[in-house]
Structure formats: structure tokens, C-alpha cells
DNA sequence: CATGAGAAG
DNA sequence: CTTCTCATG
């Protein structure tokens, strides 16, 4: 079973530049898709939904903002949206978070705020890094599988971030956030590429669009797979896709592969 | 002597698309810009001001919003901005008219308010065709040559417009906004163009984004180049170039010369 | 249907 | 530097 957890930047102008190849070719089981900025009645004419998948739609209230989509070839149900949060916003207003159970696996989508723009998102983010380690624990801790897939705009280790020296003071890369990471970490959440690919520079999953970031490699790991123990045991193997996918999106696509049973 | 019209439609986009050729193959002593949605210190640094010109901005108040800029190989000096009225905003903060004076010639550079999006604004037009016609009565009576050019916004005749019946309604060829333009001529403004090519269907110096109107020529013509008498008799000849600026702006640019003595 | 701003990333 | 919306034409 593949599962590939993907922030667009934008489904719509992801679709002009040849996504469906890049989903034809990935030939995966799910797709999790991050930043989709659009409803379902904004796609062109010219787009279709991928041919044997069921997809279920989690915009923002805000148009053009956020907002999640998850795809499947395996038959899925919804479970939640949004996390329990002390913030008043356990509707998801932002389009963040959208559970799913395929079989006996549960697929959390998740595209985690950034905090770059002013000090009132940075604050927003960290409370929603502490109201969602708390909700996660009934996945990690769950007997049957659960990954936790998407966008966590966090680069956890030195490893998983180019400049490392430079972004001390850059949201995405703050001590506090790389702490809270360690504390998923603690939990039972895994990392499976890093677990697989061992304590090495990179990869990375997203790149600015200043100078020649991505040509140069000089990147961030901010999109992951984090699988409890329950699905960590038919984990294969897992990558992030440079090639194919490179002019879609800021972003690159992470895949994983799992045995079946 | 040659004199250029041009609703440029966003001077950044223009240059984009090739405004600097165009302005090199014209080769004209004077060109009145409209529309040109730019500060000055806005402009890329890939561009620089055309050679051999002196050049006069004035923009609108509101960012990417209409203002006029005139470019002049004659000295000229700045006569005035605005036109005197009665809506309580002489100091023209739309970037609506700019007066420079080269030798003896006046040129009037004007981008008539567009009256098509609420009839608030349908008000304001027909408000400012009344002051402008008293206002411009000065130029229009002197001994002096003096042009009127620009971005009229309204199609004087049937012939000034390629659907007429459909258009009746329609902001920028309704019943007032025709008569108006016959006081235009009745109180001495010559239409250069049509009295050089006569009373024939077109041509068309703007045409809808819509559809495929360009193309097959369902324009308006609402970019004039209107002389006083005494700038008449120097005419010689006048044209609106569809080839060359054909993707550079939805107007095409209106071109007149006059003879030197 | 296109321009440009502006919010957001 | 790019996405998308929105106002304006």
C-alpha cells in the first residue's frame, strides 16, 4: 500500500502544470493533499477527478486559503475534521485537518499553520501545536494503524533544514517548535524517512521561490509521515520525490510504501 | 510633427509585451499615455525611459489605478493637471488630465472616467463631461494650435462602434453620452481621423478581452485624437495602428502628424 | 478576460 | 517569488 502526503500551493495552478501525470505515475493507494486553495466547484472544466479514487474535500472558510483533500482507491470514511482545540475554532474555520479510515488504517491530513507572517499567527500556531499533540495521542496510542501525514511547517533536526545557523529566529525552525517536535517524537509518532534514511543531511520537501533555492537544494524538511507503532510494523520504505513533481508545487511530495498485510 | 495616443492599459504589463519596440518603430515627437497604473519608481529595473524623451507622470492617488503619463522629444513645460470642476476633487487625484505645452502647442493628455461598473460611476462621467467641455473651451477657442487626445471612453457614432443597436445601453455609447460628444464638436474640436477618412463603418481603436473580439474586429472606437482649428490646419494625417502594438495593450494606439510649419 | 494590489505563504 | 481574491475596467 503507497500513501503520499503532497502540499500544492494552490490545486488549481498545480493542475496546470501536470499533476495528473504526477498521479497517474505515483500509482498511490492514498493521497493526501495540503494547501488545495479551492472548493470543488472552483476547479476548471478541463480538470477531472482522479479515475478510481473517492475524494473528500475540507476547504477553509476563507477562499483561496489553506484547506485539505484527501484521496482514495481503498474505500474511506470520514472520521473528524479539525482538532480539539482551546482556540474557539473546533470547526476548522482554516481547513487544517481532515481524518480518514481506510480499512483498519487512519489517515490524518494535516497542514499545520505557519507563523511567518506576524507574531499573532506565530502565537496561533504554538497554541495549536500544544491542543494537537493532546488530540493526537488517541491515534498514537491506538492498537490499529494511524499515520500522521502533511505539511507541519516544522523542520525538526539540523539534518532537516539547509542553513540551519541562519534560521534560528525563522518560524518553522524556532527552539520551541523543534522541542514540541521532540515531544511528537516521545509519544510513539515516528518519523519514517528519517528512521529509514538515518541521521544524514536532508532530504528536504520544500524550497522558497527566492534566488535559486530548489535548483541549489537549499531547502527544508517540513512535510512528513509519522506512523505509531501499529503501522511503523508494515512500513517499507519511504521517499520524497524531487523529480516528476518538481515544477507543480514549492513543495515535493513524500511517499511510503507499507506491506499489505 | 507626429503625435501618438495610447491607452496602455498598465505601463508594466505593456512593457512586458513589447511597449519599447513599439515606441522605437513609431518614431513619434510626442506620445500621451493613459492608463498607465504605475508610479514611476514602480517600473522594473529592466526598464528605462524612452531615449531622447522628456517624460511627465501623473499618476492616480490609489495604486494601479489610472493616471496619465506624457513623453515628449519637443521641450516641454507642465501647464496644468485636472480640469476645473465641480466635483470637489481639482486636484485631479484619479490621474485623469495632464496639459503640456511643446513651442506653441498645447497637448492635452486625458483619460475619461470609465462609467460601466456602478452608476455611481456612470454619475461621476456625466458630471466631468460637463466641466471638462467648459473647462476645454479655452484651448478649443485659441489662436494657438491645441489637441485633445486621448482615452475618450465614449463611441460618438454608429459608425464609432461595431454593434451599435446591442450597445445602446451600454456605458460609453448612451444617448447622452453621444450628444455630449456632438457639443464636443459643435463647440470647435476637430475629430481628426473621422473627418480625414469619412463617414465608413470603424475603425476600431478598443476591443472587448471577451471572446474572440479583436480578432474578428468587434471593437469601439473611443480613443480620439480632436485638434482646434488652428492645429487643423496643419493636419496632414491620421491612423490607429492595429499590427505591431496589436498585444500590448486591449486599446491600440491612435497616431496623427501634422506638418511642421 | 486582463491589470494590479494585497494577503498569505 | 507565487498563490489566490478583489476591484476596476
Known sequence: ??????????????HRKGLDDFIEKIDADIMLFQEVRALPEQM???WSEPEGYELIWHPADKKGYSGVMSCSRIEMDEIERGIDTNLDDSRDPEGRVLVT???????????????????????????????????SRKFVESKEPALLCGDLNIAHTENDIWNPKGNKRTSGFLDNERQ????????GWEDLLRNHLGPIKGPYSWWSNRGRARELDRGWRIDYILANPA?????????????GGLTVSDHAPVVADFADE
Open 44 to 46: 476548471p472544466k478541463d
Open 101 to 135: 479510515k481506510h480499512g483498519n488504517l487512519s489517515c490524518i491530513n494535516m497542514y499545520l499553520p505557519n507563523g511567518s507572517s506576524r507574531q499573532e499567527r506565530q502565537d496561533y500556531k504554538d497554541q495549536w501545536l500544544e491542543d494537537m499533540l493532546d488530540w
Open 231 to 243: 503501522a511503523s510494523e508494515t512500513f517499507i520504505s519511504a521517499e520524497i520525490i524531487r523529480e
Open 1 to 14: 500500500m503507497r500513501v503520499v502526503t503532497w502540499n500544492l500551493n494552490g490545486i488549481r495552478a498545480a
Open 180 to 187: 514540541w517536535f521532540d515531544r511528537l517524537i516521545d509519544i
